[in-house]
């Protein structure tokens, strides 16, 4: 007869699977929720409900993503990456260059951070492409998850296992693994993956992200006009708008001033003029863009601001009793009262003639700045406009400090690989030090900690900690693996890669193989089966964790990055766990039996 303490943990295990299927109550309070019962009851107590707090798994990932998120601020990787996905222009085959990249990379190197460093990448392609970053995140993690299984080293859970292995005496002769010897199997289904994210898995990701992600895009539909000047010996000279307008992403001509002339009907199809001032209209996100990656234009309203070391955009709107109203653009003098220069404006979808320097400012324009550090202290007091929102941040470092953040992220990286430093004592380690030399700041690392993703790690940790405890797991692992043994070799190779996936989706994968290898072991020695062949499949049972958010690290942190829903990974997962374990399974039994 089951325990009260058992009972309990199947009770809110249905309770969390109904609340994060149908997106009840959101995962971290959901898992706080059902962790919350178990403390009541006695099953876990409060110091054990909060050990993840201080766990090792929890600090690497949000140490991880504050580096990635120093990454992003300077704008180091942008050149790298522009130049691997240079020449990509569909959603399909940036998502193909994306994985082939990141699987090859995750299986010699931890696939955390990397999947950290690539996120605000790839978050800033899907936004500049117009694309939904749900459409792009979940194959990022796939992808590091199918080539961290493809090697011993690829993923920490191989090497447990290898150890082990080392360490049973059941079987004397079965000798630890090799580095490939995960190969057949992982590199099958590297490519295997990779075509299925681009058929099956493409229809099934959701084009849409959560309804607060899709009012954050909302922000960016406020159109400005921007002057962009062509300098001498541009490539874009003696070249129409519509040939080049692939380096305008996001952006529309609406005039061409040349001298004293200013063309406005079929201005895309004029050829292009050394000395031609551009007036481009689009969001104030485009813009930036532009301003960051344009070295064929010259923008004259911003001249050497952009030369600071750091510099934002910023958007305000005039007030109704502003002394700036009715004074032309050029005859207010941002750059000595607020350390700022206007780049652009907006007003209420009105078509905007002729230069924006010689606009006269009304109430409600909303004008984009650029803005030095000292614009937040002069503009403490002003009530002549207000600041609707911080657009983006220029950060230019000396070479130095890049190299300081290159060289010690790909230290940091090979020695946690190599076991010579645990890569939770790198990564503070290199925070400290990017801290110290200013490439960084205390207060920018607290503003950039991902709070909610802290605390679903922590509930889930301990709800995965409880069905241990409790022996839950060890109890369901044993229902199913009896249940399969009727159906011969097979059905209970089955049943031995679909309990360890499922442990290992809702515990993690870790915990699944530390559970299950016992057990694979004795099946093994009771049914005949070569014990490398048990152990292989429940070790890619356990690594195959493509169906919840929260059975592997690299799921929990694009889960909310792409905006998704707990079903989503589910309904995109399983077919792709069901090819894997049917894979696995023939590749093992030809290879071994």
Known sequence: MLGLDVILILVTLVFILISLWFDLLGPGFTFLIAVTILVLFGVITPSEMLSGVANEHVAVVLSLLLLGSIFEETHMLNAIFD?????????????????????PLSAFLNNTPIVAIMIPYVKEWSRKHKVSPSKLMIPLSYAAILGGASTLIGTGT???????????????????LNIFDFTPVG?????????????????LLPSKSRKKDIQKQANYVRDYFIEAQIVEGSPLVGKRFKEVSEKFSGLYLSQIIREDQIFTISVEHIKLQENDILLLEGSSQAISDLLSESNDLRFPSVGMFMLKNQVNVVEIVVSNNSWLINRRVKDINFRALYDATAIAIHRNGEKIKGKISEIKIKPGDAILLLVGDKFWALTKDVRDFYVISKVKEFTKLPLYKYLILGIGTLVVIVLGALKIVSLFVGVVSLLIILTLFKITTPKRLGEQMDYDLAFLLVMALAYGYAMMKTGAATLLADFIIDMFRPLGVYGLLAGIFIITNLIGSFITNKAAVAILFPIVLTIAKESG??????VLTMTYGATASFMTPIGYQTNTMVYGAGGYKFR???????????IYGFVAILILSYLYM
């Open 158 to 176: 191989n090497m447990i296992v290898n150890g082990m292995i080392a360490d049973q005496t059941i079987f004397p002769n079965f000798e630890p």
């Open 83 to 103: 130049w691997a996905f240079r020449g990509v222009k569909t959603t399909r085959g940036f998502l193909l260059r994306l994985m082939v990249i990141i699987s």
């Open 568 to 578: 989503d990974f589910i309904r995109i997962g399983l077919p792709l766990t069901v």
């Open 187 to 203: 590199g099958v289904m590297v490519v295997i993956g990779i075509i299925y994210m681009l058929t099956i898995g493409y229809y």
């Open 529 to 534: 089966i070569p014990p490398v062949v048990t």
